[in-house]
């Protein structure tokens, strides 16, 4: 009988700020060389996925900056909160 496969856990949008904080919090208490060594990959990929939620788009190797780098579908004018 076949394996059957396990339920991919999905990230919540909290764990996920909680991981992405966490490492800034190592790089902005260490510095960038002593920060990064002591981050996980977790929180990196946090990072990450955090990024391109706020619209953030990739640079693939070998491409060049496309402008915007930042895309929205925010319909009205941003406000100071």
């Given amino acids: 009988m076949a394996k059957q496969a396990e339920p991919i856990l999905r ?3 909290e ?3 909680q991981r992405a904080a966490a490492a800034l919090g ?3 208490l260490y510095g960038l060389q002593r920060g990064v060594s002591m ?3 977790l929180e990196i990929e946090s990072m ?3 990024l391109t939620q706020m619209g ?3 640079i693939y190797p070998g491409e060049t900056l496309k402008t915007p780098v930042f895309t929205t579908t925010r ?4 406000q100071n909160v």
């Fill in 11 to 13: 990230l919540t949008n």
């Fill in 15 to 17: 764990t996920m700020m």
């Fill in 26 to 28: 190592k790089l902005d």
């Fill in 39 to 41: 981050m996980s990959v």
């Fill in 48 to 50: 990450a996925m955090l």
């Fill in 56 to 58: 953030l788009t990739p």
């Fill in 75 to 78: 319909n009205k004018d941003q």
